[in-house]
């Protein structure tokens, strides 16, 4: 029965980090202060109120409008919101442990990195630092209560997989920087999966990288199969390495179970 109730609180907060990851979207690509000014309409500049900012419930009283200059607002922050509330509240029914909060934390940051890197094709340092401290400081305090911290990889496994994201990456650019004289994975996906690893460890690493690529052809066999690109169209590959993340999170251990039995 308490679950459920961490599961509804867990789900309030991440509609509130929901907002804040709309907030990082819109500012970070366009260098500007996370923090001020205060938010305000995209249309009108109006500052908006309290009233004006509730996750989901604004939008939905406001029909989709501004208040001041009734002005057209995309779903999409309402989406984003209510996706960030069902990542937090998958974490604690997941773990059913404290180990949901730096989790929690970490599908915040893949969920910000989606978004900005599916924008403009670049992915923040700053977001990747930040998950990196939370994914450091998990795994130090598990050393020392495992019992209250479960479900983080021990600390070598943490930096093989910190290693094993990185690394495969880095390679297959430096092989595509020499032998196709262009890019072939920008160094943001090196450093997200590094991040990434440390949460994961090198085993699920490896099957988030699996999931990645397999989503990411079948998104590039789409896109070619219905003329929306050519051969040699660059696409974001953080997204599919965000979701595969996230995925080897959660199904994992068992997708390793059902793979070698």
Sequence with gaps: MYIWIWITYAFIFGLCFGAFANVLAYR?????????PA???????HRLGVLDLIPVLSHAFL???????????????????????????????????LSAIPLA??????????????????IPNNLVIAG???GVAWIAAAFFIPEILPHAPVWHNAL???????????????VCIWALKKDGFGYGDVKLMAMAGLFLGWHLTLVAFLFAFITAGAYAAFLMATGRAKTGTYIAFGPFLCAGSLAALWFGQEFMGLLFT
């Design 105 to 122: 934390f970490l599908a915040f940051i893949l969920l910000a990195i989606t978004l900005i890197d599916w924008s403009i094709q670049e």
């Design 28 to 36: 970070l690509p366009r260098k500007l202060s996370v923090i001020k």
């Design 160 to 174: 093989i997989g910190a290693a094993v994201g990185a690394m495969p990456l880095l390679l297959i650019d430096r």
């Design 39 to 45: 938010s305000s309409c995209p249309a009108c500049k």
């Design 63 to 97: 029909r989709g409008r501004c208040r001041y200059c009734k002005k057209s607002i995309s779903v999409r922050y309402s989406i984003v919101e209510l996706i960030c509330a069902m990542l937090f509240a998958g974490m604690v029914f997941f773990t059913t442990s």
């Design 132 to 134: 990196s401290i939370a």
